[in-house]
């Protein structure tokens, strides 16, 4: 059973989030609901010792749920919730906060729904599927699943042969791209004492990889370095091979994955490169995931550990964790959260994570329509990138033909455990 009683850590962060101007007929009447179980709820909690203000606090964070849910998939009930609706909620309320206050945030918001959702079970006024209570219900003891790995929001992987993977892979435009890449550099290319390519080898590096470009002295940043993708008109003049769009990601990723080998004066390719080339699929397969997880974990994070709160990118994570799934987040949405004037500081983050989003779509790793979908072939490599994140061990993928030939489930989304588990039915 839940644990009833207890003061939330303070509610200063949820005021960052924002509130609907003007409420749905629904929504009103859901918040109507609430407030009239007020007393009934007060008493109800008040058994195990707890103090009227902490069932209000509860109330108040449930109306919060309510009103974000409605605003994210267009209804809601006061009586009941699904996982989905639920899991949509708070990551919207999430993406909304300082990194700083999230984890207390959701905390808070799980805490409080969990105690709520027995009271309805309790009181008999829960109107959902038994299943739906149960799934919940499980969700909020643990966010996100088995007991050996508590606390994390489930990535279910897809099933992919690994000769599925491996056309799958072949076809992204990262791996055809590197691919370009590691033959121009054949032998070996001169490099700068920082590991860059000298400025007269910079144009035929971004032809590699499908740029416009070359190297100038006092060339400065591009004006629109995110927005500069494929052929241009002109050239793109830049003073270093980093400001090249694309090129400075792919290399450093082909550096990170055993690809590509920096020296004091020459780069030259890396020992893994046989893997890459190898006549064996698996061994292709492997090469490749390791190149596009490396990719992923330079956008989600600063990729030198230990991995530090400021360092991440929390909202891209966000978007990149839903995309694996059925909730994928909408093009819209995040648009809208860019154009924010109200929130500066998280509309910079929004514009931030389209920017990289739109980059990871030029590379095939993120599918754009109306919402951003992670590419089948790529779920595997998010789902590893949260789990270094989040500290755990990587699976040995040399070692383990499971996971190169069979689906599996990544507990790894960092959603925080609730203090006790809901009472079961």
Excluded at 44 to 53: E, I, V
Aim: a negative charge.
């Amino acid at each position: 059973m839940a644990k009833k009683s207890g003061k939330s850590k303070g509610k200063g962060h949820l005021r960052s989030v924002p509130s609907a101007p003007k409420m749905p007929l629904q929504l009103v009447l859901n918040h109507r609901v609430v407030d009239s179980l007020t007393m009934e709820f007060v008493q109800w909690l008040g058994t195990d010792g707890a103090d009227p203000s902490d069932a209000v606090e509860i109330l108040e964070l449930v109306k919060l749920l309510l009103t974000t849910q409605h605003a994210t998939k267009g209804s809601s009930s006061a009586t009941a919730f699904d996982l989905d609706g639920v899991d949509a909620a708070a990551e919207t309320i999430l993406a909304a906060l300082e990194e700083d206050e999230i984890a207390d945030a959701v905390e808070d918001i799980f805490r409080a729904l969990a105690v709520y959702i027995e009271f309805l079970d309790e009181s008999g006024r829960w109107s959902g599927t038994e299943a739906a209570y149960e799934e919940l219900q499980s969700f909020l003891a643990t966010p996100g699943g088995p007991e050996d790995v508590p606390g994390r929001r489930p990535i279910d992987v897809p099933h992919l042969s690994t000769e599925e993977q491996d056309t799958a892979f072949n076809a992204l435009p990262l791996i055809q791209r590197a691919s370009s890449l590691l033959e121009w550099i054949g032998e070996g290319k001169d490099v700068t004492t920082t590991g860059a390519l000298r400025l007269k080898d910079i144009e035929a590096a971004a032809a590699a990889v499908g740029v416009n470009a070359r190297g100038k002295h006092g060339a400065g940043k591009p004006a629109d370095p995110d927005g500069v993708h494929g052929n241009q008109d002109a050239p793109l003049e830049v003073g270093t091979m980093y400001d090249v769009p694309l090129l400075g990601d792919t290399w450093a990723a082909l550096v990170r994955a055993g690809l590509l080998t920096l020296g004091s004066t020459r780069a030259v390719v890396g020992p893994d490169i046989d893997s890459w080339n190898s006549t064996d699929a698996g061994e292709r397969v492997r090469a490749r995931r390791r190149l596009t997880l490396s990719l992923l974990l330079a956008n989600i994070a600063n990729p030198d550990e230990p991995w530090k709160s400021e360092d991440m990118d929390p909202l891209l994570l966000i978007v990149l964790a839903r995309g694996t799934d059925v909730n994928p987040m909408p093009v819209a949405q995040l648009e809208q959260l860019a154009a924010d004037d109200e929130d500066p500081h998280y509309s910079f983050l929004a514009l931030r994570a389209k920017n990289k989003l739109a980059a990871l779509e030029e590379l095939g790793i993120v599918e754009v329509d109306t919402s951003y979908r992670v590419a089948r072939v790529a779920i595997q490599c998010v789902a590893s990138a949260m789990k270094i994140i989040e500290g755990q061990e990587l699976l040995s993928d040399a070692d383990d033909p499971e996971y190169n030939d069979a689906g599996f489930t990544s507990n790894v989304f960092p959603l925080l455990p609730s203090a006790g588990a809901p009472k079961r039915r």
